[in-house]
């Protein structure tokens, strides 16, 4: 189910990591320049139990940018020329930064700017790469075999093509074979015991392996189906899967106040609970919709339990009966008189 890339993960590492530092180095220039600039951000949700979910079935690729019925064409130099100027910093808005945030943000840039001009140099030979890995993929062909067709491709440039050749002579006597040119073991032997004629046994041979050919086509034909309709299927369920628990979560954080609390606890719960009933299958397993929120209630109970014993025990609140005072805030009784003065008050 992977998909080849020619981008590395390190790459990938890099530039979130910088990406990061770049956001850092953002926030400590607006503390450092409130009377030049002032900007906002949105702070983003907290992740999820699905966010790994999610990231797993997402298509690759970037997301389109909204369309903004004001915004200019693509293609007008004005509106490019006044987006790169945004993404710059005027003179006035470097002067107000401390020199160690400035030369943090020009280290920071200039290693975005380096990353993102690798990353544009990479892009047309991962779209080249992707053509042929779906021109692979499509022919059903195996890493051996690409390895060994590259391997008698470069024998055949070589100064010794003699090499290619003797690579080539066992395929080329298997095609034969497979094809009905050459005779297999039984019928060559009618031929040599006189029951059969050299081009009747030939015929024969073509229609046998005619016959073969088309078996196996239709054989991988039908497993090839077979594995689409699996990917489609699992892809349905989990859309559906992760369409109900994402409603059963948004529920849970309305009405119970502390669930961004056993919301990283349940997620594990339920990520053991599957790892578990794999084991026990022997094969990958993922729950459909009624499943996952069988194993959601089970793990919130299990950390709702926990949370119970830890939790402070609530004190006895005792009422003052009749209206009276307090004892508490009544002065101790120093003689007989104050001992009747105070029954009577209450």
């Known amino acids: 189910m992977p998909e080849s ?5 390190a790459d990938t590492s890099a530039v979130v990591d910088t990406t990061n530092s770049a956001a850092d180095v953002a926030a400590s220039t607006t503390s450092d320049a409130t009377t030049a600039a002032s900007s906002t951000a949105d702070d983003k949700p907290a992740g999820t139990m699905l966010d790994a979910v999610k990231a797993a079935i997402a298509p690759k690729g970037e997301s389109p940018a909204p369309k903004s019925t004001d915004a200019p064409a693509d293609g007008d130099p004005a509106s490019k020329a006044e987006d790169d100027a945004d993404d710059e910093m ?12 400035q030369r943090r943000f020009t280290k920071l840039t200039k290693s975005l700017k380096a990353q993102s001009a690798e990353i544009e140099s990479l892009k047309p ?16 062909l195996s890493p051996e075999d690409v390895a060994g067709t590259l391997e008698i491709a470069a024998m055949l440039r070589s100064p010794r093509p003699q090499d290619a050749l003797a690579r080539l002579m066992p395929i080329v006597a298997k ?21 059969l004629t050299e081009a ?21 034909l039908t497993e090839r189906q077979r ?20 409603t059963w979560e948004a529920k849970k954080a309305e009405r119970d106040p502390d669930w961004h609390l056993k919301r990283d606890q349940v997620a594990e719960l339920v990520e053991l609970a599957i ?7 022997g094969r990958p397993w993922f729950p459909n919709s009624e499943e996952a929120i069988k194993l959601s209630e089970d793990a919130l109970k299990t950390v709702s339990d926990r949370t119970k014993r830890f939790a402070p025990k609530a004190q006895e609140i005792r009422p003052v009966l009749n209206g009276g005072v307090s004892p508490r805030s009544t002065a101790a009784p120093k003689n007989m008189l104050d001992v009747v003065r105070q029954q009577v008050g209450a």
């Open 275 to 281: 790892e578990r009933k794999t084991r026990e299958l």
């Open 125 to 140: 030979k991962a779209a080249e790469f992707e053509k042929i890995d779906t021109f692979v993929r499509n022919a059903g």
């Open 227 to 246: 594995a689409d309709q699996q990917r489609s299927e699992h892809q349905a369920l989990t859309t559906s899967t992760v369409s109900s628990i994402e």
């Open 200 to 220: 009747d046994a030939k015929t024969l041979a073509k229609a046998q392996a005619e016959a073969r050919l088309a078996t196996t086509h239709v054989t991988q």
């Open 175 to 195: 095609l034969q074979e497979m094809s009905g040119e050459t005779l297999p073991a039984d019928l060559q032997q009618r031929v040599d015991q006189g029951y």
């Open 90 to 101: 005027s003179p006035e808005e470097i002067k107000a930064l401390t020199a160690r945030t």
């Open 5 to 9: 890339s020619p981008v590395s993960a």
